[in-house]
């Protein structure tokens, strides 16, 4: 018992010292179960009536130890979450294991011994969900509360045919402590998996005690015993409200980086550079090694003097000189889309047979 107390007030302790400014996964109302496996730790038995002088002198004493199988327990709770780490629940559980035997009472040798114990305890619990970056959230908890407890047709018999019968439903103040983690299912918002370790005792609490001997009248005892329980539960917790987690933020695409366009202009009729014209060059060619580039395009123009077709290649002309200059200054040829398209694509809009400066150019276009 010593050792459970200084759990309970070591969990105490760190719940009352534990930092509650972080975000807490479950605010307002849930709902929670478990189910799990039952250990009752050996109990002891005191009889408190004075034994009849016949079963003194057949070597029966006032004390014995009961032992338990392995059994199990079930628990519900509804509690309410503040959103700062702390939790408040009430809890309704069950526990049942079976007689495993007896020792003590001045004898040796029991067998026969059959019946079960049963626990159902109401406990206010206080919990505490610690603020951790982690798929699993744990949590601590104390609890207090009430639990009746019933022996069940415990009945025990030693070598000598001498038989202890234990029976009654009495209730006591219960305490436990608890450790948890609960495991949150995304596909659920709110929903949880949950994994716990509980102590949970009682303080000692009465029981009748029948003790027999053969061919003698059975005396009727009052007696006390102790309740303490280690379990192990699996469960499911529900927070109502839990909203879905937003979709995940998708950064927007760059955007393109805009064309830039160089404009070389050439003499009417000619299709040679002037100095001029290769500082532009020149500059496009420093330009494209400084941003990355899809394509180079090289389109070539005329203005509307003279006929279409001649107009065409003299277009044709213009764009491949440039493309010239472009690939002499470092430019590969394999990134430049060269084309001519004569007296089309007009810079200034003109009537036909017009000398207009403007329209007799090449555009270099960096994409």
Known sequence: MRSSKSFLLASAALIASAPIAFAQPVTGVYLGAGLGVNWASDADISIDGALSPAAVAGGITQSG?????????????????FGNGLRVEGEVSYRRNDLDGT???????????????????????????????????????????????????AVSISSTGNQFNYRGVNGEFAYQGILGAAFPITAVPGLSLTAEYRYFATLDTDVDVKVTQANRPSQ???GTTDNANNSVLIGLRYAFGVAPPPPPVVAPAAAPAPARTYLVFFDWNRADLTDRARQIIAEAAENSRRVELTRIEVNGFTDTSGSAQYNQGLSVRRAETVAAELARLGVPRSAMSIQGFGQTRLLVPTADNVREPQNRRVEIILR
């Not at 130890?65 to 979450?81: M, P, R």
Request: glycine share 16%; charged share 10%.
């Open 65 to 81: 130890k009961v032992s338990y199988d392995l059994g199990w327990v079930a628990l519900g709770s509804v509690g309410w979450g």
């Open 103 to 153: 020792s003590g009472f001045g004898q040796s040798n029991f067998s026969g011994s059959e019946g079960h114990r049963e626990t159902i305890g109401t406990m206010v619990n206080l919990l505490y969900d610690f603020p951790v970056n982690w798929p699993v959230i744990p949590y601590i908890g104390i609890g207090a509360g009430y639990a009746w407890t019933s022996q069940v047709n």
């Open 220 to 222: 009727f005892l009052s």
